[in-house]
């Protein structure tokens, strides 16, 4: 059980998703017991067992399945070979496990750790992402330099470094990537002749409309930690699809009461 467990810890300080499934309830004959563990990665490999035989192979599937899905599930055996859940085994028992998936916390991959890039880093780590800072400068950034491998779906990217040629330098590597989100802070002038340098290289209108240039949204702040709440804004909002308006007018408009 420490081994699953140990297990799952790795993967998610490395970044990874991972499932783990758990023997909550036995009813007679089975050859699992209640507490046993199976951590599933999403390799597929295993570390753990819940007993073996024809049960381990189905809760092994079905751990996949939710691993797959996103969501975690309450998995009912019968230790039969016949009948409602039958596995194919002749215990006679019944065998229920719970199935954990759980996600690492989504990536903010903040590009400059600068006037806004601090006070960002600081919000976004509050509101549950693990944060990653680059920066020239040793003494501003939480890493020099990183690999483009690292960065998955679940990645949120903002460009916020002190100069125009470092922001198109680093939105051309990002753009190759499947980020969840990329950011870039500027003017609108700033955004059309970036853009317009990448279209002349052969960047297509459907990668440049992932870029939210110029970032963040609107609430009117110019302080930099105001500024970094409002590009922090955008990230959740595109991290949970809302629609950015007030919850109070959204209300008047729904007719929702109070």
């Avoid at 089975?30 to 192979?57: W, Y």
Wanted: glycine letters at 12%; proline letters at 5%; one cysteine or more.
């Amino acid at each position: 059980m420490q081994e699953a467990l140990r297990g799952l810890v790795a993967e998610l300080d490395a970044g990874q998703p991972a499932a783990l499934a758990t023997v909550v309830q036995v009813q007679a004959g089975s050859p699992a017991q209640v507490g046993f563990k199976m951590l599933v990665r999403a390799d597929g490999t295993v570390v753990g067992n819940l007993g073996g035989g024809a049960l381990e192979a189905r809760a092994r599937t079905e751990t996949q399945v939710a691993l797959h899905d996103g969501e975690s599930r309450l998995s009912h055996y019968s230790l039969r070979e016949e009948g409602p859940d039958a596995v194919g085994m002749l215990c006679g028992g019944e065998v229920t496990v719970f199935i954990e998936v759980y996600q690492p916390l989504p990536a903010l991959l903040v590009v400059g750790g600068g006037h806004v890039g601090q006070p960002l880093a600081e919000m976004a780590s509050t509101v549950g992402f693990h944060v990653r800072v680059v920066d020239v400068k040793p003494e501003r950034a939480s890493e020099a330099s990183f690999d483009l491998a690292t960065i998955t779906p679940r990645t949120y990217v903002v460009l916020i470094t002190e100069n125009h040629v470092t922001d198109e330098q680093w939105l051309r590597r990002i753009l190759s990537t499947p980020a969840a989100y990329i950011g870039m802070i500027g003017s609108q002038r700033k955004v059309r002749v970036i853009f317009e340098h990448l279209r002349s290289d052969g960047v297509t209108a459907e990668q440049l409309a992932r870029v939210h240039a110029p970032i963040g949204l609107d609430l009117g702040g110019r302080s930099p930690a105001e500024i970094a709440l409002a590009i922090l804004a955008e990230v959740v909002q595109v991290r949970y699809g809302g629609g950015g308006r007030s919850r109070a007018l959204l209300g008047s408009v729904t007719g929702a009461s109070p």
